[in-house]
Nanobody, 122 residues
Framework: VQLQASGGGLVQAGGSLRLSCAASGRSFSTYALAWFRQTPGREREFVAGIASRGGRTYFVESVQGRFDISRDNAQNMMYLQMNSLNPGDTAVYYC????????????????GGQGTQVTVSS
């Protein structure tokens, strides 16, 4: 499966952005999906994940209550709604897919797309 993230941009603190991840290939609905982010010099960090059938979601504590993850299996799309953004959310955001359960390590995802830059100004 091939993935492409989009929707990043520059936003002021307190604002919102919605990231999209478009997937191509078969069996999209069977994959666990996730969003990761990375800043220079740091490891790629798990942000949010959603189970294959869309029933269960997972979030890193720092975004809990501010971000929401969703998927549309009919359209092969995944989304990350980001609200109440702060400068600490500035990063390149990546989407990823894997078989099985949602995991929190980038290395466990065999499918990952190019990122989209999110910049939050103070």
């Amino acid at each position: 499966v091939q993935l492409q993230a989009s929707g990043g941009g520059l936003v002021q603190a307190g604002g919102s952005l919605r990231l999209s991840c478009a997937a191509s290939g078969r069996s999209f609905s069977t994959y666990a999906l996730a969003w990761f982010r990375q800043t220079p010099g740091r490891e790629r960090e798990f942000v949010a994940g959603i189970a294959s059938r869309g029933g269960r979601t997972y979030f890193v504590e720092s975004v809990q209550g501010r971000f929401d993850i969703s998927r549309d299996n009919a359209q092969n799309m995944m989304y990350l709604q980001m609200n109440s953004l702060n400068p600490g959310d500035t990063a390149v955001y990546y989407c990823a897919a894997k078989d099985g359960l949602v995991g929190s390590f980038w290395s466990s995802y065999p499918y990952g797309g190019q990122g989209t830059q999110v910049t939050v100004s103070s």
